[in-house]
């Protein structure tokens, strides 16, 4: 059995550090961490860069020497206004200081450098709306390809409404074909409401060679190396996740299912 799912390691501090070789690929890296205030959390990556994300709470940031002072909007990550966020290239250091409860997302891949220190949000992140029916679902895009604010990463957020399918039709991105098809590594970062609840993720290739079916729980991280990889809301339980993406190039180009091809 593929070890996808990734179960957070406690309730406080760094509770995912994903790693490329951990994750046995090589550009996406994951870290999560669930801070109390006054708590503290940072890095700095030589060849990698950063994009922070505060999930919810407020943080005072620090990064590069500048101080970006108090951080965060949202409380509750399902009140769906656009997160802030800051980029920090690789080789500089960035420091966060918890100032209420606060969960802290970072998110890094390969960079050579040279972008500077900024924020991407909550200015220039809008909810925009993807699908139609039970495949609606809501989106913000962080770090999408249409924003030049990175080298490598692919960052966006996702709320699909209960009873709710997400990332459908089925589709893959793991092969290095552009423009029919780009190689891109990915992680999901899953929230319940209620928290107590549970999704499905499912991930699988055209042959069945990898096919992994996961109950995924609040806080859990789904890593996504190749495949397809749909998620589902039970009735009554809304979902939300984070996806991070990085590869060969900077570019989102995908191939659905052959069996779903004629599905909107």
């Known amino acids: 059995m593929a070890d996808l799912l990734r179960k957070p390691t406690g309730k ?12 046995g690929w090589s550009h996406v890296g994951f870290d999560l961490w669930r801070l109390e205030p006054g708590d503290d959390a940072g890095a700095s990556l030589p060849d990698r860069e950063t994009i922070l994300v505060l999930v919810e709470g ?50 890094t891949a390969p960079s050579a450098g040279g972008r500077p220190v900024q924020r991407l949000g909550p200015e220039g ?21 249409d924003r030049d604010v990175a080298d490598s990463l692919l960052v966006t957020e996702v709320f699909t409404p209960a009873g709710h399918w997400s990332s459908y039709p089925p589709h893959r991105h793991d092969e290095d074909d552009f423009p029919r098809i780009t190689y891109l590594e990915e992680t999901y970062y899953h929230r319940l409401n209620p928290s107590r609840g549970f999704g499905v993720q499912r991930v699988f290739t055209d042959d069945l060679s990898l096919d992994e079916t996961m109950a995924v729980a609040d806080h859990d991280v789904v890593l996504v190396p190749r495949g397809h990889h749909p998620c589902g809301a039970p009735h009554g339980i809304e979902m939300y996740y984070l996806n991070v993406m990085a590869g060969p190039r900077r570019a989102w180009r995908f191939a659905l299912h052959p069996d779903f091809v004629d599905v909107t």
């Not at 406080?12 to 994750?23: F, K, L, M, N, Y």
């Not at 909007?73 to 399902?78: K, N």
């Not at 992140?125 to 390809?145: C, F, K, P, V, Y």
């Open 12 to 23: 406080r501090g760094r509770v995912h550090a994903i790693d490329p070789q951990s994750a």
């Open 125 to 145: 992140i809008s909810l925009d709306h993807r699908g139609q029916g039970t495949n609606l679902r809501h989106i913000h895009n962080i770090a999408m390809e």
């Open 58 to 107: 407020r943080a005072r940031i620090r990064a590069a020497d500048q101080d970006f002072g108090e951080m965060g909007d949202r409380l509750d990550v399902f009140e769906r206004t656009p997160p802030h966020c800051l980029y920090v290239p690789p080789g500089t250091s960035w420091r966060a200081k918890a100032t209420t409860p606060c969960t802290l997302a970072v998110c």
